[in-house]
Nanobody, 125 residues
Framework: EVQLVESGGGLVQAGGSLRLSCAAS??????????IGWFRQAPGKEREGVSC????????SYGDSAKGRFTISSDNSKNTVYLQMNSLKPEDTAVYYC????????????????WGQGTQVTVSS
């Protein structure tokens, strides 16, 4: 089983940037074996996939709202995935969750088996 801890959220003005971190750990955890991605959920809205890294080939994917503004990356030596968010907009305000799965690719991000507790991102206008 893998444990995920998000950090880096906060309050930022529109047009600003934040970098979220997702630190992964576990007794049998091997970072390269897992696909890891980011979700977000705003009050009253459905959960939305933001970005993901596939364990099979390291390819990345982005939701439409993230394309061109957000970048996902990983530091395997630290078992950490990052989400660099630039040009933030008030509509990016949400709780951002990290998720991981050992058997599913990013196509199935919504079904990933392990989740973090989330980190709040608030973008003021």
């Amino acid at each position: 089983e893998v444990q995920l801890v998000e950090s880096g959220g906060g309050l930022v003005q529109a047009g600003g940037s934040l970098r979220l971190s997702c630190a992964a750990s576990g007794s049998t955890f091997t970072f390269d074996d897992y696909s890891i991605g980011w979700f977000r959920q705003a009050p009253g809205k459905e959960r939305e996939g933001v970005s993901c890294i596939n364990f099979i080939d390291g390819t990345t994917s982005y939701g439409d709202s993230a394309k061109g503004r957000f970048t996902i990356s990983s530091d395997n030596s630290k078992n950490t995935v990052y989400l660099q968010m630039n040009s933030l907009k008030p509509e990016d305000t949400a709780v951002y969750y990290c998720a991981a799965d050992r058997t599913l690719t990013c196509y199935y991000l919504a079904h990933f088996g392990s989740w973090g507790q989330g980190t709040q991102v608030t973008v003021s206008s």
